[in-house]
């Protein structure tokens, strides 16, 4: 790995690592040597995830450290970033991951959408902006990665709480990279994951075994780390159903409801469904 903010004995702290994509990404920090620290709520599945994590590391148990949070609490994530430098120092890379879907409806109570934008905006909100400035003081290169989805991207139906909340993941994280390229002297940097189909507890809907369709969580951030070394801020992860020009279509036609005014969600419109499709299969004009 060629970013230099993964240099070995650097500082990794991993949010919603109990499972899928942190439990993933913390055990591949770790294998780079790493100290790494997963954050997640308190339980048994934190603690396996601590043990799996500490089997990968090269530099054993003091490397490793799972710290109890609960990322929709701002007192929490102070603690855990009071924690992790109490314990290592200074963090090199911070991967604001945690997320829920319970599903929402736009007229469904307030508990869910609360809930939801709770964990998954507010928790990269203030996981960011609580850890950002002490890792632009220390003055070495270093990383924060925060998680969106294509569906905060091309907003489809069926679950607007989620949707809302990581196109407000995206815009936020596109604010702060802005913010930090335009500090003095700061050597961090901001990127967006946007996974495709991965396969996870998250996604797994009663499903013991992955769909073909999906991704593994370690293919994930495979594509993950090979972007953070080719420098890309928009982390577009394809699957093994939805390639990336497929991909591209999707976000310009969703983009291009506004430029041509049509409906919104016009891919699901019955007057536009047909010409979606055909744009679709169309070969994409090349651009010089």
């Known amino acids: 790995m060629n970013h230099p903010a993964f240099a070995s004995n650097h500082v990794a702290v991993v949010t919603g690592a109990a499972s899928g994509i942190g439990l993933a990404a913390a055990r591949r920090f770790a294998g780079l040597g790493m100290n790494v620290v997963l954050a997640d709520l308190p339980g048994e599945r934190l603690d396996k995830a601590a043990e799996q994590t500490v089997a990968i590391s090269p530099h054993g148990p003091g490397s490793v450290a799972a710290i109890a949070t609960d990322v929709s609490d701002i007192s929490s994530l102070k603690a855990l970033e009071a924690g992790v430098i109490a314990r290592f120092g ?55 990665i925060n998680t969106g989805s294509k569906q905060g991207i091309t907003t489809p139906p069926g679950d607007p709480a989620y949707n809302v909340a990581k196109a407000g993941v995206k815009a936020f994280t596109e604010a702060l990279q802005h913010e930090l390229r335009n500090t003095a002297d700061c050597k961090i940097s901001a990127h967006l994951l946007i996974p495709g189909f991965v396969y996870t507890g998250l996604t ?68 536009h469904a047909d010409t979606f499709k055909a744009f679709l299969i169309k070969a994409r004009p090349k651009i010089d």
Request: glycine share 8%.
């Open 90 to 144: 200074r963090v090199h890379v911070l991967m604001n991951n945690a997320g829920i879907q319970p599903g929402s409806a736009i007229l469904s109570g307030n508990d869910t959408w609360e809930k939801v934008f709770a964990v998954n905006l507010w928790g990269v909100i203030n996981g960011s902006r609580i850890f950002a400035p002490a890792m632009i003081a220390h003055g070495q290169t270093g990383l924060i």
């Open 204 to 271: 797994a809907n009663g499903r013991t075994e992955k769909p073909d369709a999906a991704w593994t969580s370690q293919e994930t951030v495979d594509f993950m780390m090979q972007s953070l070394e080719n420098g890309d801020f928009y982390i577009l992860c394809p699957d093994n159903d939805v390639d990336r020009a497929t991909d591209e279509k999707r976000i310009l036609w969703a983009a291009g409801d506004i430029v041509e005014n049509r409906p919104p969600l016009s891919r699901w419109h019955p007057d």
